[in-house]
């Protein structure tokens, strides 16, 4: 496809038509995706996770500085699954830094919620891979919040960074429970605030309480993204995991574990098309009604619809 | 089936039995809950999420004894997605009134996450039929946070209350706008804390700016639960909102749209399934060691796995 070979020989223009394509579930999108696949896997995607107002973009403007500073180039997705019913993009208003916009090096783009569950994951997902492909060396990934939207979609990273910041009160540390043992890197940011220290601390005891058997302890580093203090230091254990994984040949594992999840994505998506396509939509509006008048239950309904598929 | 006669003649224990079936992924319990499905569909279910420390169980405790006081069966399910990778159950470890506890007509269950997206929801949706076969004519769903597993999960709820409470400040308020669209009732729980006035008013700032095509403005209701202060007032909101949703034609159209979902819910489980059963998990690690030395891209894969499935 032109679309692809213009995509592999550096052409911004067409990295955006394709993921618009990639967001719009054009059905061009996935031949495109398919031929761009052989020239994925090299780059390391980052995913960025944490509260609102802990300063996640600020963060990522700044590390890119620093791989930019390195020679490397860098793709930046903003995904917000704030909100599942309105398809509001909060991110995509935001100005970024100008040193970073304006880096013809530096690729961005802002996502909404699909509004359907899992779908945010997959589309990250795809516009990873074309971002990949176009060649950008590092990918991060930055998502607003910590529901289980968010933690599917910065699971798509190969180095995940959970953004906490002081003074967030209690109600806040029960939501995230449940994110901490995804983090590989942990950061305090604003740690100019008072209660720095205490929130290290906290996230610390918490981390105590989690096993490591992958041979990793996330390390928790206090910036002031801002600025820009002890982003140098976040940008070294970035690195440090990178080559943990490597040599620990994790990331072979998590490479295999990831393309797993997303067969299986890829399948579910492409079997709910099929059915779609292979009933009208009377047939199913008919089967609906005679569940409502409880002359059929969904189980045996869903075993009816089910039949010629798995004969025919 | 005589679990299933049992459930239908009263029996407690076939209840708490035939759910952990459902919880466990059973097979015996999809025939169970067919078998159950002329018998369902009369009971009123209402979904109760907000923050962690909102006071969401000591309300669902407080509306209990209001439609006791009635002589209306209750049935509570506690549901808690807070962790999805640690399984962990925190509403289960909690102690309810005893008043509602010792109650031989309320029946309560807490549920953990299941661990996979989606799910949870479904498992509630099966957990609800069980108590409405049962004859509960009132059935509590309550959740902790506002992430899109809760917000799925009070969707399965006729009517859904959000509760608030006074000084959780603006992160919060970020992170809940997604759900005030599916709100019918508001509560401002604690309602005795400085700041409970501005939370009304804020509240119904968001809410003004929503609008309401099927006729009914959700209410916003000051309560303090621990003390029963206006829980009767939020029990007639509850009323009028049932009465609203059968008057208006509401309730058959949102029945109709929940057992579209579940259907579709259904099959893609089934179907799921099904391709477990058909493929050996050897030839599915093949095609995702070739996906990874790039010989095959995933959509390809899946349309390779799926082409005798079509077929045969």
Known sequence: ?????????????????????????????????????P???????????????SGKSTLVDKLTLRFRDQGKSVGIIAVDPTSPFTGGALLGDRIRMNEVALDKEVFIRSMGTRGHLGGLATTTRDVIKVLDAFGKDVILVETVGAGQSEVEVVKTAHTIIITEVPGLGDDIQTIKAGILE?????????????????????????????????????????????????????????DSHLKHLKKSGELKKLRKEKTREELFDILRENIELYIKDHMCEKRIDDIIEKIMRCEMDPYTASEKILEPIKKD
């Open 39 to 53: 020239s994925t896997g090299n780059a390391h995607v980052i995913g960025i996770t944490g509260p609102p107002g």
């Open 1 to 37: 496809m032109e679309i692809v070979s213009r995509v592999l020989s550096g052409d911004r223009r067409a990295v955006a038509k394709l993921i618009t394509m990639v967001e719009s579930f054009d059905p061009r999108a996935e031949r495109a995706l398919s031929e761009l696949f």
């Open 182 to 238: 995804i983090g590989d890197i942990f950061v305090v940011n604003k740690a100019d605030r008072e209660g720095a220290d205490n929130t290290a601390r906290e996230l610390e005891t918490m981390l105590s309480m989690n096993r490591y058997e992958n041979g990793w302890k996330p390390p928790i580093v206090k910036t002031v993204a801002k600025e820009g203090k002890n982003v140098g230091e976040l940008k070294e254990h970035i």
